[in-house]
């Protein structure tokens, strides 16, 4: 059976801290990798990630997938309030998208 | 402005009742699914449509309908049968080419059965 698992569950860290989420997956017909930032409502976009071992970056946030090990990571450098959030990793396959349960994240001033 | 569109943003209904769920998409794009998200827990597929005029169960279709007579409307009922209907659903859509398939979702439906 298809399963994305993350970790932690959740994290507690003070603002300037790095942080970095696991995502690992059994999934067949694997397309891609994606990770999601989700506050109050609607997930917002991150990464796509297809190809292992080319890291994707924007900003503080980076991120990289190793199709061999079938997991991915995304990393937060320098943490900030803002960052608090529930981070959802998916992955797609020919037809659909599994999301993991993700990762709550919560940055302390 | 593009986006994706979901309505009501909160939902009361009692027992017993059907109820749809409105979600339009002025994106262009084949591809729509809803996701219901229950606290603590990650998204899970309730239906997809790949074209218009049709579409697939995912893994917790049972006591949900769908339709897809639009290309850009993809309407859900949440039905009598559904045995714990309170949640938040979130609609999405995507195109479908190949291995890219970012999901745009919309701003979600807060279902309440009372």
């Known amino acids: 059976e298809d399963k994305v698992v993350q970790s932690p569950l959740s994290l507690v860290v003070h603002e300037g801290d790095t942080v970095t989420l696991n995502c690992s997956y059994e999934?067949?017909?694997?397309?891609?990798l994606l990770w999601y930032k989700q506050e109050k409502k609607a997930p917002t976009f991150l990464f796509m990630l297809?190809?292992?071992?080319i890291e994707k970056k924007s900003g503080r946030l980076s991120s990289i997938l190793d199709k061999k090990e079938l997991f991915s990571i995304l990393n937060i450098t320098a943490t900030q309030t803002g960052d608090s959030a529930v981070y959802l990793c998916?992955?797609?396959?020919?037809?659909?998208?599994?999301f993991g349960a993700g990762t709550r994240l919560t940055v302390k001033p | 402005d593009g986006g994706i569109t979901q309505s009501p943003k909160y939902l009361f209904r009692k027992e017993g009742q059907n109820v749809t769920l409105s979600c339009e998409q002025n994106?262009?794009?084949?591809?729509m699914y809803w996701y219901r998200q229950d606290p603590g827990q990650g998204l899970r597929l309730i239906y997809y449509?790949?074209?218009?005029?049709?579409?697939q169960k995912g893994d917790i279709a049972e006591g949900y309908s769908v339709s897809r007579e639009k290309k850009e409307s993809f309407p859900l009922t949440v039905t009598s049968a559904q045995k714990n209907p309170t949640a938040f659903y979130l609609c999405?859509?995507?195109?479908?080419?190949?291995?890219?398939?970012?999901?745009?979702f919309g701003p979600g439906t807060r279902l309440t059965v009372l």
């Open positions: 999405a859509s995507s195109m479908v080419r190949g291995s890219y398939n970012e999901q745009f």
């Open positions: 449509s790949q074209i218009v005029n049709d579409f």
């Open positions: 994106l262009n794009h084949d591809a």
């Open positions: 999934v067949t017909n694997f397309r891609s």
């Open positions: 297809t190809s292992s071992g």
């Open positions: 998916a992955v797609y396959n020919n037809n659909d998208m599994r």
